[in-house]
């Protein structure tokens, strides 16, 4: 038979601390969920991550409950696998809550029989559709289980299957996270019609020959400054089956407002010229009902990042009716303080790039790619705290990016 279904991932609500973000944020889940209404879709997958974390705010909570009555009112089922940030270190998690109370089924069961997983399939009973899947763990550690997965029990299954999972796979890794251990592909069961993927926030869709048709739909809405930046609105897809079961993807893009970026660059100015800049360009921008974005880069030639003054700026731009206005200013340096003579014009890889082959050659005979190595080490360490994260997990985050470029995994205790 013929039929729908939405795949939704990586809600992350409750990911931001600023009231209008969070706002925007369960806004986009909503639209959603209005967006499957709509359509009529005959069931809901969310492939992990549907709050940031395992005791999200009660009224997130409240808010997420309210939509699965939504769906449940008008007889579309959700299944659902936990994602690493609803999972708590101790393995606890409010869906557990929320599945006891009927409003959605984790498709996560099974036993371990002779140190092998076996994984039971939900079968959704207007379709016929077989679900099954393994959580996401922090740190990866959910490779474990597959690694102890009994496959030929689910490859030899009849009927339209689905496999849910919330990691990266290796084999399509993207280059903005070439350094994160991510699945290998050969690890995941083959047979399956589709292949509901989550945790990666970009787009993919993939008939990948033995397996089938393995998609990531992208987060729902962007989850700190870098994917508002880039991704500019969340995503979702809408699943079409014909009756040979051949699954059709439908990406539905989904942005509550628009988001506007500016970038500023900073080379040869003063910190009060630059200020002004900004100041001047504020109040002839149209940023009426936007998500302000401005990106501060490049070098100064007098004074100090702090020196340059955003406030009035953010008056301006508030009050010609921009929703929120957030800036980032970790590729803004001052020549006062460098400690090495080098030339400063162009973009900061550029002045990365030249110091490093200014002075390489100085490190020890054992590092076979010195040049490799130090690009290695300012790309693991390019990243900014992400909107809702703790000191603690950005530490540790920090911490995994130094061990994975050092080789150290096993050498060092990361928990340490």
């Known amino acids: 038979m013929c039929f729908t279904f939405a795949h939704i991932a990586d809600v992350h609500l409750d990911c931001f601390r600023e009231p209008e973000l969070k706002n925007l944020s369960t806004s986009a889940f909503i639209l959603a969920i209005d967006k499957c209404i709509e359509k009529k879709v005959d069931f809901v997958l969310i492939a992990g991550d549907l709050f940031n974390t395992s005791m999200p705010d009660v009224s997130i909570l409240q808010e997420a409950v309210k939509q699965f009555n939504r769906l449940r009112k008008n007889n579309i ?19 557990d809550v929320l599945a006891e109370a009927e409003l959605f089924t984790n498709v996560v069961k099974g036993e371990s029989l002779d140190d092998k997983l076996k994984l039971k399939f939900t079968t959704d009973k207007k379709t016929g559709a077989k679900i099954t899947g393994i959580l996401g ?21 009849g009927g339209y299957k689905i496999f849910m999972f919330h990691c990266g796979i290796e084999e399509y890794k993207p280059e903005f996270l070439k350094h994160t251990s991510f699945l290998p592909l050969s690890l995941l069961p083959k047979n399956m019609n589709y292949y509901a993927g989550g945790h990666i926030h970009v787009v993919f869709v993939r008939d990948e020959p033995g ?11 962007p989850c700190n400054f870098k ?37 500023f660059n900073a080379n ?37 990042p702090t020196d340059v003054s955003f406030t009035d700026a953010y008056s301006v731009l508030i009050n010609n009716g921009a929703v929120i206005v957030k800036r980032n200013t970790a590729k803004l340096i001052s020549r006062e303080f460098e400690e090495i003579k080098v030339d400063v014009s162009g973009e900061l890889k550029e002045v990365e790039a030249r110091i490093i082959k200014e002075h390489i050659g100085k490190a020890p ?6 040049e490799g190595l130090v690009f290695s080490i300012l790309d693991a360490l390019d990243s900014d705290k992400e909107e809702g994260e703790t000191n603690s997990v950005f530490e540790a985050r920090m911490k995994k990016a130094a061990v994975d470029v050092f080789g150290l995994k096993g050498i060092i205790d990361e928990d340490s």
């Open 227 to 263: 994917e508002l930046e880039t991704l500019k609105m969340g995503s979702f897809c809408i699943v079409s089956v014909d009756d040979f079961g051949v699954s059709r993807t439908e990406k539905q893009d989904i942005a509550p407002v628009e988001i506007f970026t500016k970038k």
């Open 365 to 370: 005979e054992s590092i076979a790619d010195e």
């Open 211 to 221: 397996y089938g048709k393995i998609v990531f739909p992208g987060p729902t809405y």
């Open 137 to 157: 763990k922090k740190g990866a550690l959910d490779i474990e289980y597959y690694r102890a997965l009994n496959r030929e029990s689910l490859e030899n299954e």
């Open 77 to 95: 089922p959700v299944y659902l696998i936990a994602g690493s940030h609803d999972m708590s270190n101790s393995q606890k998690t409010f869906l």
């Open 268 to 304: 040869g100015k003063t910190a009060h010229i630059l200020e002004d800049e900004i100041l001047l360009w504020s109040k002839t921008a149209d940023v009426k009902n936007k998500v302000v974005l401005l990106r501060i880069l490049g070098t100064l030639k007098e004074g100090a």
